[in-house]
């Protein structure tokens, strides 16, 4: 089945403590995109990366990192997590010529940062 | 870069009942509208876009439709059914191969 997995599904954690959030996608898409949803704000890009090893800013990017070692995975770290930083999180590909087809999103990570 | 409205931020009609959201955006050089769904504890689904060679496109219950001079697009779904209770997001294009989403619409059909 064509899909994007994002682990893990819930997570609380402290201020301060390092996590990673992972992202793979089995349909060989060059495209890759996190997102975080909070009420009233919609939808706001944090990063994406074009291919493996090209990744560029979104447009909440600050607190955030991301690497595209291979193609199928799009890890997003927070080095030093904050409050703030307590949202609905989503990883999306696509393909990357005409948007074909659109974004195909993962199930969301929900992040409590204490 | 694009900016992308959308109204009205909640929604509730009766079952049965059509239902219509409305997207502005501001990059006239914008050319493909997808709409997303997301149910509740899931991610956003793709359900129609349309592209800006045409002015409407429908899939069954759903329609979209496009209006470039006033840079505006709609969602329309006809005969609402508890299960089209979502939130959903219009989005539109920028650089790349980005979208820009609008701040969603939680439609609640009522039995």
């Known amino acids: 089945e064509a899909q994007v997995t994002q682990n893990p599904r819930y997570l609380i954690t402290v201020t301060g403590k390092k996590l990673t959030v992972t992202c793979s996608q089995n349909?060989?898409?060059?495209?890759m995109s996190w997102y975080r949803q909070d009420p009233g704000l919609g939808l706001r890009q944090i990063y994406y990366?074009?291919?493996?090893?090209?990744?560029d800013k979104g447009d909440v990017p600050e607190g955030y990192k991301v690497s595209r070692k291979e193609k199928r995975n799009f890890p997003l770290i927070l080095e030093s997590p904050s409050p703030n930083q307590t949202s609905l999180y989503f990883c999306a590909s696509s393909l990357l010529t005409g948007m074909a087809g659109g974004y195909t999103f993962g199930s969301g990570t929900r992040l409590t940062v204490v | 870069g694009e900016n992308v409205e959308q109204h009205p931020s909640t929604l509730s009609v009766q079952e049965g009942d059509s239902a219509v959201i409305k997207c502005t955006y501001s990059?006239?050089?914008?050319?493909?509208f997808p709409w997303y769904k997301q149910e509740l504890g899931k991610g956003p689904q793709l359900i129609i876009d349309?592209?800006?060679?045409?002015g409407e496109k429908k899939d069954q219950r759903i329609a979209v439709t496009l209006n470039k001079t006033a840079k505006h697009f709609s969602l329309h779904i006809t005969e609402t059914q508890p299960e089209d209770s979502a939130v959903y997001f219009c989005?539109?294009?920028?650089?790349?191969?980005?979208?820009?989403f609008g701040g969603g619409t939680r439609l609640m059909v009522k039995p």
């Open positions: 990059d006239s050089a914008s050319n493909y």
């Open positions: 349909m060989n898409h060059e495209y």
């Open positions: 989005a539109a294009p920028r650089a790349g191969n980005m979208l820009t």
């Open positions: 990366s074009m291919n493996v090893e090209v990744t």
């Open positions: 349309i592209r800006s060679n045409v």
